[in-house]
């Protein structure tokens, strides 16, 4: 047994982990269901570094050093158990299981506890980077015991992407502590995406400029404090034109945004928590609407001239008013995202350290951005910051930047372009620094119809009145 860690699963992902191990100096075991995919990775790359082939499980686990280390990177759900099952029998007491997957957080718990039971650990860990990523450097998140991280730690830091010197991996925490912040950042990579989205939309209505001109001004926001990858792709992706037709490329691609889950599982655990992530939220059911083509089309014949029409006076004020607004909805949607982190973390006990969050996000991953060095000084700064929104950089950039923001949202409501993400991104804010909010009416409402009793601004306890009597309140 030679082999230092091993990956089964040799899909692109699977394929660049691997080469990315052995481009770092470590023996790499290889495995795969259909063995041609193991021989054209030892055939096309075997000269990158060390590698271990197998063409069965049982070789495969035999190849490895003990500890045995071995990363599974299969489809997420019944085929992630299904190489589990395979693989136990084979491992022994210590040996190490992870799943680089994209797994939902509670399978990753119930493995995790299963394993344990056999004396293995297992470690869901999240991978983020994309194909590209996975070769030159991703941003990696593993759960799971800190003793598997003594073995994988050491690993997963080289071969992580590298800031500063610093490496974009760090124990997350037990169990399926790095599949739940896996989770949350792609939860805030759909409201990411969807706010830039919506700027390229308003852009493209308030200045009727070409997807090539907006490319321009992405390019140009790139160099400042929205850098980041999807900002920097998006010039890309907007400047490209249609090889077959000429056209831009944006005006050939269907209008209808897919999603493999990763977001809807986020807006389903904080629901369960209680978290207002409303930019995810609305981010991911702007891709449902976006699928409801028969829908559409019956709204659009009912309604064809809803908005009106929209004259952007001048252009650069324009301009840097979307770019304002774009960044405090961006900023709404990480303080929402990292929320969401805390409260996981307090229910789960995974002990999380936000401010390490932060710092491995900063290279690797897909929503990698200058400002997430500023997110990790906010809460290095303050461990228990009641809100990102609040720490003085971002409340500086929020701050300054309300009138453009909501001048955005009135006037994309009166042209009819739709702004989920940032109208509900400005809702949030107003709603969090409100003085007074109508929730009280809702108690009211409550009580009246259900006797669900309410609290009082003036005195402790807890009171019902008595609607269909003589309206006196009682103490509940
Ligand atoms: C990443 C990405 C990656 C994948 C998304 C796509 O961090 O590298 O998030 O995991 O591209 O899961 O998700 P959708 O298909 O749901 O958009």
Known sequence: ATAQIGVTGLAVMGRNLARNLARNGFTVALHNRSPERTRSLVAEHGDEGTFVPSESMADFVASLERPRAVIVMVKAGAPTDAVIDELVPLLEEGDIVVDCG???FADTRRREEALRGHGLHFVGTGVSGGEEGALRGPSIMPGGSAESYRKLGPIFEKIAAQVDGVPCCRHIGPDGAGHFVKMVHNGIEYADMQLIAEAYDLLRAGLSASPAEIAEIFREWNGGEL????IEITA?????????????????????????????????????????????????FARSLSGHADQRAAARRAFPDAGEKWQVDDRDTFVEDVRRALLSSKIVAYAQGFDHIRAGSQEYDWDIDLGGMATIWRGGCIIRARFLDRIREAYDTERDLPTLLVAPWFADRVGAGVPAWRRVVAD?????????????????????????????LIQGLRDNFGAHTYHRVDREGTFHTLWAGDRSEVEA
């Open 102 to 104: 994209n797994a939902h």
């Open 227 to 230: 850098e980041s990858f999807l």
């Open 236 to 284: 890309d992706v907007l400047g490209h034109s249609d090889p077959a037709t000429a056209r831009p490329f944006v005006d050939v691609v269907l209008d209808q945004a897919e999603q493999k889950g990763t977001g809807r599982w986020t807006v389903q655990s904080a629901l369960d928590l209680g978290i207002p992530i409303t930019g995810i939220a609305e981010a991911t």
């Open 412 to 440: 994309a409501a009166r042209a009819g372009v739709p702004t989920p993400a940032f109208s509900s991104s400005l809702a949030y804010f107003d709603a969090l620094r409100a003085e007074r909010l109508p929730a009280a």
